[in-house]
């Protein structure tokens, strides 16, 4: 498919989002930096009125029942202005409940799912590891069946939303298998005996997006909290390529941010008695910049219109992450460059960009691992990263 062009619906539905980040985001964004606070639960509640983390939730569990394109719209003109907002968005549509969805039970899906478009149910996702980051299948916390209830032991790292989500969908090791035959998936809510969380990290970026270990030190959960059982790793991954994308929109968000500010600042600033757009290095800079921007947005574009309601090709994703990724981390410096001096201040907010842009690069699959996965497909065969392992 190659119609990217929206809907008079989805117009309608972005340019609402813009208003909200322009309006209501815009002039509290730089507090909760500066707080390292995440969202307060009165704008969860107002995304939730607005209808933003219901998007792609079925309409039968309260949601809108869109397609993928229409939360990645969304996340897009919130992330431009203030992430920690977006990632309300993107936890509700492109997060963990998608896997509920996919592949939980009937009753889970009537547990969990109507919950998240109120707002009354966040949930994030447990994946990484101390040991467990790009290689993930080597991952050691266990889950262990007993009677009726599953008993949890590990460690989990990284997790953004750590210590402030009220549920975790957790990737663990169900039984003795090796890599991703054992894996598995156990939904464990935050207060559930034996659960801690350990100090909230001190990022580089991301300031309004809490990340806290997550420990287990024999946490009981129902039976009915298993998601999916050893050996469906696959599974699990298939629907991360939604997350994935989520991402890639959070990077478009940084660059189109970046390029927003750029073109504004160099009609403004003056050098030599003249307007700096007037020369012709930040002309071709400005436009290198709108180039890769466009270039990501079509990349996502064609993996989310290309999955409708469904999964993506996880090709088009791989692709579209990697380029996005790097793009923003590009376009960001770019911009900090134009800015000269200004740039490498806080009032000016390219700075901050270029923080986050370097987050959205490192979670959910490097660009690194990305281009291990596209070769894998483009050579019709995998590729093993372990020492002395046969190839």
């Not at 801690?196 to 129902?222: N, T």
């Not at 079509?298 to 090709?315: E, F």
Request: glycine share 10%; aromatic share 8%; hydrophobic share 40%.
């Amino acid at each position: 498919m190659t119609d990217f062009q929206l809907s008079a619906e989805q117009l309608e539905l972005q340019t609402l989002a813009a208003t909200v980040a322009r309006e209501v985001y815009a002039p509290l964004a730089d507090g909760w930096e500066e707080k390292h606070e995440p969202l307060p639960q009165s704008e969860v509640q107002r995304l939730a009125d607005l209808g933003f983390l219901g998007i792609c939730i079925p309409e039968e569990y309260g949601g809108s029942g869109a397609p993928l394109m229409d939360a990645l719209l969304v996340i897009e003109e919130l992330a431009k202005v203030c992430r920690p907002a977006a990632f309300q968005v993107f936890e509700a549509n492109v997060g963990p409940a998608r896997v509920i969805e996919f592949f939980g039970t009937a009753e889970q899906r009537k547990r969990f799912l109507p919950r998240v478009p109120t707002g009354e149910l966040t949930m994030a996702i447990g994946i990484s590891e101390p040991d467990a980051g790009s290689a993930a299948t080597d991952m050691r916390t266990t889950a262990r069946i007993e009677g009726d209830e599953i008993v949890i032991s590990g460690n989990k790292r990284w997790i953004s939303n750590g210590g402030h989500a009220d549920h975790y969908l957790i990737y663990c090791r169900m039984n003795d298998s090796p890599g991703a035959k054992g894996i598995g998936a156990v939904v464990v809510p935050a207060n559930a005996p034996g659960v801690s969380f350990g100090q909230r990290e001190k990022l580089m970026g991301w300031k309004g997006i809490p990340s806290a270990d997550i420990y287990f030190d024999k946490a009981r959960v129902p039976l009915s909290n298993l998601v999916v059982d050893a050996g469906g790793f696959g599974k699990l991954f298939g629907v991360f390529s939604i997350e994935r994308l989520g991402n890639s929109t959070m990077s478009l968000a940084i660059g189109q941010a970046a390029l927003d500010k750029t073109i504004a600042y160099v009609q403004e600033r003056e050098q030599f008695g003249r307007s700096i757009v007037e020369f012709q290095n930040v002309q071709q800079t400005v436009a290198d910049m709108k180039i890769q921007v466009e270039a990501a947005r079509l990349l996502i574009r064609r993996a989310a219109v290309n999955a409708g309601r469904g999964l993506p090709d996880t090709l088009e994703v791989s692709v579209a992450k990697c380029y996005a990724n790097e793009m923003a981390k590009r376009v960001s410096d770019l911009g900090m460059q134009m800015h000269g001096g200004n740039g490498y201040t806080v009032e000016y907010g390219m700075e901050r960009l270029h923080r986050d842009a370097h987050g959205w690069a490192i979670a959910g699959g490097t660009p690194a691992i990305q281009k291990v996965r596209i070769a894998s497909e483009l050579f019709g065969r995998g590729f093993n990263q372990r020492v002395g392992s046969a190839v």
